[in-house]
């Protein structure tokens, strides 16, 4: 075989392989949908009706929070302002994949975690029948995926990003993220899901502006060693940001000391972007991702009234 033919057979077994992982965790979430989410996936990100229809005579039973104050001491009996559901959610995913993603004290890297909860909240959209749009933005550069729907496309979506190179340790750190193009990447009020190691750095350029714009939602990969650094003698491990060796010594007063430090920094910025607890989950690399995910939707759902 030629490079380029062999470069498109590893293309082609990596798309395959995706698929095939896909479709064992789309199971898992049809069942989730069908016995434990029910309406709370929808429910969660709409609050109550996204939609004003028109201005109705109250009837025992509405909603008293419903009713329409001016319209009913003007025309002297109760009358409710009704809501109309947009039919249609649109999910805008940004993936950003940076080097530091590439850690992983476990089995698994917080990098590959990340890939399978973008899968597995792009499949629970897919089930619900809505529109997925995916950003994906490394340190070379973004690619953005135009809205679509369905089954097939999702899926197809979905394994076009675990196919994706990991970025170099060696280059740029931080990923190029088009935020002007974002806000006219998706209608209003669509729900924004941001994946990301969320380094403590500066928010993003007019972040105000999305957050009106529509529903952010921020998700974070964390390694064990992350949280707490193993209480062990010195030993060597690899950073992926630097693309290192270095000594890590879990005893070490002073290493304890800027890990905590890092650890509040990037804590305090993560809670500056997400101020409410229900728009934001950080997730242990290993953790069943979609229990805790059910979870997220679920009191989402009762912060919205929908429980």
């Known amino acids: ?31 989730a949908v069908a016995s434990v989410l029910s309406g709370e996936y929808k ?3 709409r609050g109550k009706g996204m ?55 476990g089995e698994r890297s917080k990098r590959e975690a990340l890939l399978e909860l973008s899968s597995l909240l792009m499949l629970l959209s897919a089930v619900n029948g809505d529109r997925v749009s995916l950003l994906y933005a490394s340190p070379t550069g973004y690619e953005f995926t135009k809205s679509s729907a369905g089954r097939g496309r999702v899926l197809h979506t979905a394994a ?3 196919g ?18 974002l806000l006219r990447a998706a209608p209003r009020h669509s729900i924004f899901v941001w994946l990301s190691d969320f380094p403590a750095l500066d928010k993003p350029e007019g972040w105000n502006v999305i957050k009106k714009r529509y529903q952010p939602v921020g998700f974070r990969i964390e390694d064990p060693w992350e949280r ?6 010195e030993q060597t491990v690899y950073d992926p940001v630097s693309g290192r060796l270095f000594n890590l010594n879990g005893r070490s007063l002073a290493q304890k000391a800027a890990h905590e430090k890092w650890n509040r920094d990037r804590d305090s910025h993560f809670k500056e972007l997400f101020p409410v607890d229900s728009d934001r989950l950080t997730l242990q690399a290993g953790e069943d991702a979609l229990d805790t995910v059910v979870k997220l939707f679920q009191k989402r759902a009762l912060r919205f009234g929908r429980g």
């Open 1 to 31: 075989m030629s490079q380029t033919e062999n470069q498109i057979s590893d293309t082609f077994e990596s798309l395959s392989s995706s698929i095939a992982m896909l479709r064992k965790l789309e199971w898992r979430v049809r069942h």
């Open 164 to 181: 994706k190179p990991a970025p170099d340790a060696l280059g740029p750190q931080r990923a190029v993220v088009p935020w002007k193009y």
């Open 51 to 105: 939609e004003f229809d028109q201005v109705v005579k109250y009837e025992y039973g509405d909603d008293v929070r419903d009713i329409d104050w001016n319209v009913t001491a003007r025309l002297g009996e109760p009358y409710r302002k009704k809501f109309v559901e947009e039919r249609e959610v649109t999910l805008v995913l940004l993936f950003e994949d940076t080097p530091s993603l590439q850690f992983g004290s």
């Open 160 to 162: 076009t990003l675990l």
């Open 43 to 45: 429910s969660s990100f």
């Open 228 to 233: 707490a650094l193993p209480n062990r003698g």
